[in-house]
């Protein structure tokens, strides 16, 4: 029996040589690590500028920190997402409004956010679901219309391209987030990507407190001064350095898991149980972050029967996500939504079933799973 994990962090040899030299060095932040990993991300994005961060929802926070927002304004978000997408406008005083899923692709539906969008409206956030870009055309049409920032929620975006554009690009900042099943990963650690220069000079002060100069620009030790609020949401230089080699092998990694992709949706295409959300096409090219299938109302119910039959044959599953985020505790608490305000996001949490395609599997391995899938829905019904 194989053992095929839903996710797992590649890491080699030069990400260790290159940590043993960050901690040799001495120097463990604001060094010229994170410079040259924001460097390297911005060419391989295409991004004028690039903010290295402490996680993507650090980012995320940033970005409506630099807006401004606060009680009385409101933000578009997903239903279907994490809910750091969510949280990372909460805690800027102003409200989440949550919007429903489109059903073919799992990204938000965009009829209904234009809907959504009051006068207290300030953003619009989108998040390219599972990797599959929004269309980004339609989401800055609406925001040119009403004078909104739009945020990019990339946290598994890295690769994808909307219109040969890559992802992060289309609105006035995109957040990628590194975390160790991502397409890369720097351990912990995020990227914020924008074309404005005004808002990268912004946001890199207030990623480190609001100060004006870093330990190693610094003409007397200690001495600096404080021109803005901001907060500890730094990358340091072992993440950079982690990120600087994980970039270089992103291209191969990338190639990987479209082929498994592939490769899986063609071997599960034709099971009446099963249905599989949109991915590539036309001018949307996907990251391939997993592959989402949807159970069919006969074995929907016996999800729970059907990821354990497949954990019993070594194949990690996992759910994406565990409930919109408006039926979350703490949302559903203090906005009260009611259950069944999100239809289409709640088909996809309460009956898809995530299948790695990570470049830890190999063309095996994806037959493997393939096989196991048509197996454990037998068990399972």
Request: proline share 6%.
């Amino acid at each position: 029996m194989r053992s095929i994990p839903f996710g797992a962090p590649i890491l080699g040899d030069s990400e260790r040589q290159a940590v043993l030299e960050v901690m040799d060095s001495g120097i463990l932040v604001h060094g010229p690590r994170f410079k040259a990993f924001e460097a390297a991300f911005a060419a391989f994005t295409g991004a004028p500028h690039a903010v290295a961060v402490a996680s993507c929802t650090a980012g995320l926070h940033l970005a409506y920190f630099h807006l401004g927002l606060g009680p009385g304004d409101e933000v578009i978000v997903p239903a279907m997402t994490h809910t750091a997408t969510a949280h990372a406008v909460e805690l800027t005083g102003a409200r989440p409004v949550f919007v429903d899923a489109e059903e073919r692709t799992g990204n938000i539906d965009l009829q209904q956010l234009a809907a959504a969008i009051t006068p207290r409206t300030r953003a619009i956030s989108v998040v390219h679901f599972l990797g599959m870009p929004v269309d980004m055309a339609q989401v800055n049409a609406i925001a040119k219309q009403h004078g909104l920032f739009v945020v990019e929620d990339c946290a598994l975006g890295v690769g994808s391209r909307f219109q040969d554009v890559h992802v992060g690009l289309h609105g006035d900042v995109g957040c990628f987030s590194f975390y160790p099943v991502k397409h890369m990963t720097t351990g912990e650690g995020g990227m914020l990507i924008t074309r404005d220069g005004e808002i990268a000079r912004s946001i890199g002060l207030k990623r480190a407190f609001g100060v004006d100069r870093h330990v190693g620009e610094r003409k007397v030790p200690g001495l600096y001064d404080v021109v803005d609020l901001g907060f500890n949401y730094r990358m340091s230089e072992v993440e950079a350095a982690m990120g600087i080699c994980q970039l270089e092998r992103v291209p191969s990694f990338l190639a990987r898991r479209r082929a498994n992709h592939e490769a899986m949706t063609k071997g599960l295409q034709g099971i009446d149980e099963v249905e599989l959300l949109d991915s590539s096409h036309g001018p949307f090219q996907s990251s391939y972050y997993c592959l989402s299938m949807l159970l069919a109302p006969k074995l929907a119910p016996k999800r729970e029967a059907l990821m354990s039959a497949l954990g019993s044959r070594g194949v990690g599953t996992s759910i994406y996500y565990p409930a919109p985020v408006p039926r979350m505790t703490y949302y559903r608490a203090k906005y009260g939504y009611p259950a069944g305000g999100f239809p289409r996001a709640e088909r996809i949490s309460d009956t898809s079933v995530a299948l790695p395609v990570g470049p830890h599997l190999d063309e095996a391995d994806v037959d493997y799973v393939v096989a196991a899938v048509k197996e454990s829905i037998q068990e399972a019904l």
